[in-house]
C-alpha cells in the first residue's frame, strides 16, 4: 500500500495523462474506424466483382496482420516511400485502419442475420437495392453488432499499448509504466496501477456496450 | 437460405442496369489498377524498387533466416495455446465453482487477465521479475504472458460454449447416478467445445499475432529476425512487406481451416 501511495506522490499526475491518452487514441481510432468499417461493409455489397475483390483483400489483410508489425511498417518503413507521418497519427491511423477491418467483417455477420423475406418485401415494395441497404438491411446489422464492437473497443483499448513502441510525445500507460520500470526498482505497483486502470476502463466500456445493446436489442 | 443478401438486392437486373453495372466495374478495376500502378511509383521515385533492396530475396540464407523466424512465432504461439487451454479450463472451473473462496478470486484473475494488454504483462515478465529474483528466458518471457492472458479469454469462451449445451444433458447424466466430475468431463464440456471451436480458432490467430512483441524481448521469432535482417541490409520496405504477407499468409490459412471445423453441430 505504501508503494502504491509514494507512487502516487511521485507520478500521479503522468498516470491521470497516461490514462487521458490512452482514452483518446482509443476513441481517436475507433470513431474514424467505424466509420469505414460501415462503408466497406456497404461497398462490399455492391456487384462489382473488382471492388468486391479489393475490399475483402482490404479485410482479409488488416484482419489478419499483427498491429505491431503495420505500426512499424508505417513508423519506419514508410519513411522510405517518402510518406512521413507524425508518431500520434501513425498509431492512430494503424488502429483506425485494424479497427475498420473487424468493423466491416462484423457487420457482415450482422446483415447476414437479416431475413431475406424483408429484402424480397422492400424489393417488391420498388424500393432501390441501396435504399434497402440503407434503410432496412444497415440498421438492423448495427443493433446486431453492439456486442461485437463493445469485445473490438475494449480490444482496441487494449492494443493502444502498442503505442509504447514508439517515441510518442506523451506517454500511454504502457509506455509510463515501462519508463517507472525502467528508471526504479520499484515496478511493480506502477503495473499494479496501470493494470487496474485497463480493467476499469474495460469494465466502463462493458458496461457502456451493455447498455446500450439492451436498450437496441431485436427481440426475434 | 441458400441465396447470399446480394443476390437477392441486385436479383434479375434489367440490361440497361445490367450495362452501367458492367461500365461500372470496369471503371473500378482501371482504377484499382492506376491506384497499384501509382503505389509502384512511389516505390520507384524513392529508389525502393533497386536492385540492392531486393536481391537478398534470391539468397536461401535469407529465406532459411525467416523460416527460423517463423518456426520461432508457431514454437511459441504452440506453446501459449496449450496453456491457454489447458488455464483456461481451470480457471473456468474455479469460475463455475460453488465455492465462494474459489469462485471470486477465478473471476479476479479472469477479468485482470483479460482486461489488462499483453504486452503490458510481457514487461511485467522483462523488467519486474528480474529485479525480484526470477529469470525466465526469453521464450518464456513472450510466450507466458500470452498464455495466460489468452487463457483468461478461452475461459471465457468456455463457459460461452458450456451454457450452450442444453440443460437436460446435464440433468439426465446426473440422473443416471453420474457425479459432478463426470458430468461436466463426460457429458458437458465435448459438446460445449464443439460450440466453440470457431471462436477458439480467432483466438489462435491472435496468439500468432500477439508473438510478434518477442522482438520486445529479443526473442527470436518472424518480426525480431526481420529487424536483424533490416539492419543487415538496410533494407526497411521490402522486408517488412514480405513480412507481412507471410503473418497474413499463416493466419488467413487458419481461419480458413476454422470455417471446415465450424461444422453444424446438429
Redesign the interface.
Known sequence: MDEIFQLFSNHGPAFWQALLLTWKLTIASFVPGFLLGIVVAVLR?L?????RF?LSAYV??F????????L??IV??LP????LIDYELAVILTLMLVCSAFTADYLRAG??T?D?GQ??AA?SLGMR?MQ??VAI?LPQALRAVVQPMTSLI?ALM?????A??VPLQGRE??AL??KI??DS?A??AA?AV??AM??LS??LIAWVGAAVEKKVRILR | MSRSLEDILFVAPSPRAQTITRTVSAIAAVVLFLLVLGVLFRFHSAGQLEAPFWKFFAWPTTWTFLVKGMLGTLASAAMAAVIALTFGLVLLLGRLSRQRLVRWPSIALIEFLRGTPTLLLIYVCFLVLPSAGIKLSTYWMLTLPIGLSTAAIVAEVYRAGVFAVPRGQADAARSLGMSEAQVFFFVVFPQALRYIVPALVAQLVIVVKDTTFGYVVTYGELMQNAKVLVANYNSLVPVYLAVAVLYCLVNYAISRVSKRFAAPVH
Open positions: 455489397l456487384p462489382l466483382p473488382p471492388l479489393a482479409e489483410t484482419r489478419n496482420i499483427p498491429s505491431v508489425a503495420l512499424i511498417f519506419f518503413a522510405d516511400l517518402n510518406v446483415i447476414n437479416v431475406s429484402i424480397e424489393l437495392p434497402v441497404v438491411v475494449i487494449l492494443s493502444t499499448s502498442l509504447s513502441q500507460l504502457t509504466v515501462s520500470a525502467t526498482a515496478g511493480i503495473f496501470a493494470a485497463y480493467v474495460g469494465l
